[in-house]
Nanobody, 124 residues
Framework: QVQLVESGGGLVQAGDSLRLSCTAA?????????MGWFRQAPGKEREFVAA????????RYADSVKGRFTISRDNAKSTVYLVMNSLKPEDTAVYYC????????????????WGQGTQVTVSS
């Protein structure tokens, strides 16, 4: 079992940047989890944003955020980050981090644990 807590969301203007953090509290070593970020906008399905393997050797991004968002992790701090630059109104959503014990990538069904989400709102 692992508890994930996201932070860093907020209200920003288009073109601004935000850094989301997700800290894990678990009896299991954080570096054993494949970590991902997903988002869900009102009235839309949850969608994949980014994912990173245990030690960062594999990184995946959704096409919609490639070149603007960067995922990273600090295993010593049990934290995964999502730096979001050049934000657009269409990035507005609740952002969730998730942890998987297997190779997960963009497949939400492969993730075992989810955070409660943090709201990101981008005004035009």
């Amino acid at each position: 079992q692992v508890q994930l807590v996201e932070s860093g969301g907020g209200l920003v203007q288009a073109g601004d940047s935000l850094r989301l953090s997700c800290t894990a509290a678990s009896g299991r070593t954080f570096s054993s989890y494949f970590m991902g970020w997903f988002r869900q906008a009102p009235g839309k399905e949850r969608e994949f944003v980014a994912a990173m393997s245990w030690r960062g050797g594999t990184i995946r991004y959704a096409d919609s955020v490639k070149g603007r968002f960067t995922i990273s992790r600090d295993n010593a701090k049990s934290t995964v980050y999502l730096v979001m630059n050049s934000l657009k109104p269409e990035d507005t959503a609740v952002y969730y981090c998730a942890a998987a014990t297997v190779i997960a990538g963009p497949d939400a069904d492969r993730y075992d644990y989810w955070g409660q989400g943090t709201q990101v709102t981008v005004s035009s």
